[in-house]
């Protein structure tokens, strides 16, 4: 398992994608996937592109809407992530100022 804090997936797509290609920080309204890519309806309007990277959490609204068009497709893959989140881990997270060396 890899696990990647959001700032550090954030600095990962910054560097490797062009900035006219992201869209950040907008509510997901609905998703689409066609021959040629994805379709995504926001509150502020439609993106297409290549791939969608869902950077918004456990709880995400991306991962639901896809498992909903894969629902009305019965194409919904066996898999553990329809089932709820388990709490059997403890983590304290924590931020502070920079600190001087």
Same mark, same amino acid.
């Given at each position: 398992?890899?696990?990647? *804090?959001?700032? $550090?997936?954030?600095?990962?797509?910054?560097?490797?994608?062009?900035?006219?290609?992201?869209?950040?920080?907008?509510?997901?309204?609905?998703?689409?996937?066609?021959?040629?890519?994805?379709?995504?309806?926001? &509150? +502020?309007?439609?993106? =297409?592109?290549?791939?969608?990277?869902? $950077?918004? %959490?456990?709880?995400?609204?991306? +991962?639901?809407?896809?498992? =909903?068009?894969?629902?009305?497709?019965? +194409? +919904?893959?066996? &898999? $553990? *992530?329809? =089932?709820?989140?388990?709490? $059997?881990?403890? &983590?304290?997270? %924590?931020?502070? =100022?920079?600190? &001087?060396?």
């Amino acid at each position: 398992m890899y696990i990647i *804090d959001r700032p $550090t997936m954030y600095d990962m797509l910054l560097r490797g994608i062009p900035e006219h290609r992201l869209v950040l920080g907008q509510r997901v309204l609905d998703i689409k996937q066609s021959d040629n890519g994805a379709q995504v309806n926001t &509150s +502020q309007g439609c993106v =297409e592109g290549d791939i969608i990277v869902g $950077t918004d %959490g456990a709880c995400s609204s991306i +991962q639901s809407r896809m498992y =909903e068009n894969m629902k009305k497709k019965n +194409q +919904q893959p066996d &898999s $553990t *992530d329809l =089932e709820r989140l388990p709490y $059997t881990y403890v &983590s304290l997270l %924590g931020n502070t =100022e920079p600190l &001087s060396p």
